[in-house]
């Protein structure tokens, strides 16, 4: 079975901090995401990668980053936490191509910032 | 750009019945592919089902089901002999046929299954 791993299930952090939510998935996908959930808004992108060292903004880039140096771990930064960044984050990854295959999901950090 | 309805924010039934989940989507696209998934509460976002979008044939998971209506655009999961562990927020997904793999999601809808 397909493990994303994300490394922490609850995180509390300050405004203005830099943030970094970690995610490793162990089945050679080419193509991870991060995206924030909230009550009534469901899931939104916020960054994805379908190659090492390649990404492509979302739909709600704005005050976040990423990185990909490995094909397994996708990092999202929040550059300087503020308040409105408190939500769930939940990575996926898949594999690439044709077909648009399941995403296969961690079991997500909620985030506070204070 | 494509966009995902689930207008029922919130849904419950007792335990062995029926459910129906709705879901609409916009799209100009001719081929793509629809999802939904699970949610259990405080565990890790699953598939329940997936239709692809130039097949006719409803995809059927053992007791879940979809009526897919592409003309309608219309794209609703049935649960059949509803169970607690059914219990779960259920999010509809659209994806599309080429390029990079990414979803649009709808708001969700909160199934309660109730004993």
């Known amino acids: 079975d397909v493990k994303v791993t994300q490394s922490s299930r609850y995180l509390v952090k300050r405004t203005g901090e830099k943030v970094f939510l970690e995610c490793v998935q162990d089945m050679d996908h080419e193509n991870m995401f991060w995206y924030r959930q909230d009550p009534g808004l469901g899931l939104r992108l916020i960054y994805f990668?379908?190659?090492?060292?390649?990404?492509e903004k979302g739909d709600i880039p704005e005050g976040y980053s990423v990185s990909r140096e490995k094909k397994e771990r996708f990092s999202l930064i929040l550059e300087s936490a503020s308040t409105n960044q408190t939500s769930m984050y939940l990575c996926?990854?898949?594999?690439?191509?044709?077909?648009?295959?399941?995403?296969?999901f961690g079991d997500g950090t909620r985030l506070s910032i204070l | 750009a494509q966009t995902v309805t689930q207008s029922q924010p919130e849904m419950s039934v007792q335990e062995a019945e029926t459910v129906t989940l709705s879901c609409t989507y916009d799209?100009?696209?001719?081929?793509?592919?629809l999802f939904w998934y699970k949610q259990p509460p405080s565990r890790q976002m699953i598939l329940v089902i997936r239709q692809e979008a130039y097949k006719q044939q409803n995809a059927t998971e053992n007791r879940f089901s979809v009526n897919f209506q592409k003309a309608a655009k219309s794209f609703s999961l049935k649960i059949s002999d509803s169970q607690l562990g059914d219990t779960a927020m259920y999010f509809c997904a659209f994806g599309p046929n080429f390029g990079n793999e990414k979803l649009t999601f709808g708001t969700g809808t909160r199934l309660t299954i109730i004993p």
């Open positions: 990668s379908y190659d090492v060292k390649m990404k």
């Open positions: 996926a990854s898949t594999t690439g191509g044709y077909r648009n295959q399941p995403q296969h």
């Open positions: 799209t100009s696209e001719s081929n793509y592919y």
